[in-house]
């Protein structure tokens, strides 16, 4: 589908340096990373000049005037991006790297013509790939203010479906790999392109509802983590009032993981902590605000589970549906550990499309999925 990068930035035509000797520094203005004109989606940390990420799927915009455009920036561990250069989100990147690198200048843009331009930069890997810092722009030209910003947005709340674990492998046998993992081709960011909206994700790989995946850390699992600023730290805590956007509308894709071996949740347990996600939602957006809830093919009981939640909760404006086990191609749909594939999400994507339009009056059209 796109091309295949090698993780080397050189390679990439992504010019890498620590230094700005290439350029007279008379040429070169310096934007803080928190300026107000650019323009940020998803859950990020401003402490002074910086802003500071890690969950899937953040993004940002940079409007600015003259032909380059360079970040100075740190990465923890290995984290992969999207870039676009002039030009909206869509499946396929003008280009996809890593830094994995403290205090490296990366050029997102050089040699282009003059007047106005605008690059997007969208951090495709989760948490556990590592924390982005972004310490400053540099631009030839002026900064200008962002505006980008759309008037639909959707929050998604998920495991590893949501963060695109495995949607870029070929094969369902495959193993993880940081590169394969692409929150760009879920059914989320589907979705999102859809109804012509921004989006962001609250998403970590392995996460239940009161079970995580083979009851990996016990007694902390999606409605404690919904409650952070970053993905990997319990604080300091997200403070919603804060954001720079409202969701309109909240998907809630998550309980694969509570039942993904034979120790499984007691329904009291995962009503209970559902709810707990529902209210929190509410809190944080107001009671007005149009939650579905999603439930796999995960285990029979999942469904029922997650209606009785809704249900006991009295909460209005909450729907909820079910993925059959007959949404997916086992053999076409499946990429790395038997995770949907970007044809898969697809699939998943045009099952909730339907749900969304009748909670949000957003009307329907006649396009692909994609």
Request: charged share 20%; aromatic share 12%.
């Amino acid at each position: 589908m796109r091309k295949t990068f090698c993780i080397f930035l050189a390679v990439l035509g992504l010019a890498v340096s620590t230094d700005l000797s290439a350029r007279k520094a008379k040429e070169l203005i310096n934007t803080p990373a928190s300026d107000s004109r650019i323009e940020y989606t998803g859950r990020t940390l401003v402490n002074g000049d910086e802003v500071t990420y890690d969950w899937s799927g953040v993004y940002f915009r940079v409007k600015f005037d003259g032909p380059y455009l360079a970040m100075k920036c740190s990465d923890t561990r290995n984290c992969w991006f999207n870039l676009w250069v002039d030009k909206e989100m869509s499946p396929e990147a003008d280009k996809v790297f890593m830094v994995g690198a403290q205090d490296t200048l990366v050029v997102l843009a050089e040699g282009l013509g003059k007047g106005e331009h605008e690059v997007i930069l969208q951090k495709r890997t989760e948490g556990e790939q590592g924390r982005f810092t972004i310490h400053n722009f540099v631009t030839e030209g002026e900064v200008l203010q962002a505006q980008g910003r759309k008037e639909r947005h959707i929050e998604f709340i998920g495991d590893s479906y949501t963060c695109g674990y495995g949607t870029e492998s070929g094969d369902k046998n495959d193993p993880f790999l940081a590169e394969t993992e692409n929150c760009n081709l879920t059914y989320a960011a589907i979705t999102a392109r859809y109804f012509g909206a921004d989006f962001n994700l609250v998403s970590h790989s392995g996460q239940g509802i009161a079970r995580n995946y083979d009851n990996f850390g016990p007694g902390y699992h999606m409605p404690h983590r919904y409650t952070q600023t970053f993905n990997t730290e319990k604080e300091p805590l997200w403070d919603a009032s804060q954001a720079a956007y409202t969701p309109d509308m909240v998907v809630i894709y998550l309980g694969t993981n509570d039942f993904s071996t034979s120790q499984q949740p007691s329904e009291l347990s995962f009503r209970n902590n559902y709810i707990t996600l529902l209210k929190r939602i509410k809190e944080n957006y107001g009671a007005g605000i149009p939650i579905l809830c999603m439930a796999s093919p995960a285990d029979p009981y999942l469904y029922d589970y997650i209606r009785n939640a809704v249900v006991v909760s009295g909460l209005t404006n909450v729907a909820y549906m079910a993925v059959s086990n007959q949404a997916h191609n086992y053999e076409d749909d499946l990429g790395a550990s038997w995770h949907p594939n970007y044809q898969g999400h697809k699939k998943v994507a045009s099952c909730m499309i339907p749900y969304i339009s009748t909670l949000t009056g957003w009307k329907m059209e006649e396009k692909p999925y994609k």
